[in-house]
């Protein structure tokens, strides 16, 4: 197996868990299952304090040492200062994601062949450094990134293929961190994205914390203390949370014995009802970011063929049964939901679909503009290219230069929507020097492009002197390593004991 290649490999590296599948002899996709037998790895380390082995998994799930035990990490992919720090070592984000990556291509390459080039998703909402950071977490691992993907797009890429779905459809992916909301058009083998819309820190992991939040009133009715306040139990009672919230949505009672020997134990009986009252706010507010999608686009839910679901959080009765009031039919679940993005991932490698893209993010640029209530003049983000446009595509917009004898013209250029600037994020800077002497209000044109893989490029033109300057808009903010980084840390990486 060694010498053999794997194709087509695609990576779903999520909140709560990962999947690799790829595409067999057949065309059809699979999952192939880790070392443990497994076809979805706990996104779980767990550091080992007496071999120093990182213990990724379900073995890492029930590690013992909270303090020693990493999860959720995707949450924080867009968090430049974010660590973790165990036995004097830190770790990022990028890092942590780097084991979850080089157990699946590890444990998978053993199946199917070395595992080199993959396609990763993402969600569709990630940022530009989150992005970027998954691209490094898969270098760190030894993998070639070759394409990152959105999540939703994956998943329809998977219905495609295997339910036949086709025409209008709209993707509601709710996992274990985030919510995404994609409406595309398929037909044939052509899949075109039309809005991606999404909430971070939505998902799974906020109904454990509500579902916490019942069984410690529950207790505290019983036992009068509060074990929600204690840490350990706390982190005990959140290891379990995800188990009893799985069985909600097959059972309408459970009930569950909890505490300990020494801190009080009870016994605690859960219903479906008093559960999904309590994450009513949650779902209601899914609800609203489909509406608002369906808005954007000017849009009902009778314009939607289907309705596809996606992430484990949809096994959720509730969400079901609010989704199909909404659209007033019932969404399709291919029942691995769980699975549809890495298989969709995997199919997006091998390209047996062309998929067109819409922009994930506005860009902009930084522009003193006068408000036109106040009069008054101050700094906002002038977008350029508006969110959701179909890609590729190249929009431009003029700027006059606001000082006399202005020798240096510097755009900074923006990601986010919001006009004003606290609230984006600047990604790039590009200069151009021009002629001394010259007044204020010479014309400026700013042109972005967005290519098919998503690469961004800058163009300033000076209409006076006729100098134009390009460059490729790469996110190079605090947190992203260089080159040589990622080598040395990859060759750090490589002699880590991943079990
Ligand atoms: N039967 C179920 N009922 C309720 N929730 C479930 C069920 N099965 C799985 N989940 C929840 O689904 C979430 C995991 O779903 P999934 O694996 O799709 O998310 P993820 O890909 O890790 O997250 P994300 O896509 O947000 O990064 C977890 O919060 C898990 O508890
Ligand atoms: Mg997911």
Partial sequence: MADKLARYVGIDLGTSTSALAHVREDGNPEIVPNCD???????????????????????????????RTVKHIKKHMDDPTYVVEIDGERWTPTEISALFLAKLRKDCSCLIGKIDEVVITVPANFNELARKATVTAGRLAGLSVKRIVNEPTAAALYYAHTQSVKGRVLVYDL??????????????????????????????????SVLIEL?????????????????????????????????????????????????????????????????????????????????????????????????????????????????????????????????????????????????????????????????????RNSVVIPKNTPIPCSMSQVYMTSEDNEEVIEVAITQGEDHDPRYVDVVGKISLKVPPGRPAGCRVIVTYSYDENQRVRAQIYDEDSGLRKDIDIEYKGEGVLGDEEIESKSAYLKQIKIA
């Avoid at 779980?44 to 890492?60: I, N, T, Y």
Wanted: aromatic share 4%; proline share 2%.
């Fill in 37 to 67: 037998g497994e076809r979805l790895t706990p996104s779980v380390v767990f550091f080992d304090q007496f071999e120093g082995v990182k213990l990724v998994g379900s073995a890492a799930k029930d590690g013992g040492f909270p303090e």
């Fill in 175 to 208: 996992g274990g961190g985030t919510l995404d909301i994609t409406v595309l058009d398929i037909e044939n083998d052509q899949v075109d994205i039309l809005l991606s819309e999404g909430a971070r820190h939505l998902g799974g992991s906020d109904f454990d």
């Fill in 215 to 379: 069984i410690g009133q529950q207790y505290k009715a019983q036992n009068g203390k509060d074990l929600i306040l204690d840490e350990t139990q706390r982190r005990r009672l959140l290891a379990g949370a995800e188990d009893t919230k799985k069985r909600l949505s097959k059972l309408n009672t459970v009930s569950e014995k909890i505490g300990s020997e020494d801190f009080g134990l009870a016994e605690v009986e859960l219903s479906r009802d008093a559960f999904e009252n309590a994450i009513r706010g949650l779902l209601t507010r899914t609800v609203m970011l489909v509406e608002q999608a369906l808005d954007n686009l000017g849009m009902t839910p009778d314009d939607i063929d289907h309705v596809v679901l996606v992430g484990g959080s949809t096994r959720i009765p509730k969400v079901q049964e609010l989704l199909t009031s909404q659209f007033g039919k019932a969404p399709i679940s291919c029942g691995n939901v769980d699975e549809c993005v890495a298989l969709g991932a995997a199919l997006f490698a091998q390209r047996a679909r062309r998929v067109s893209e819409v922009c994930n993010h506005s860009y902009g640029t930084l522009a003193i503009i006068e408000d036109a209530a106040t009069g008054e003049a101050a700094v």
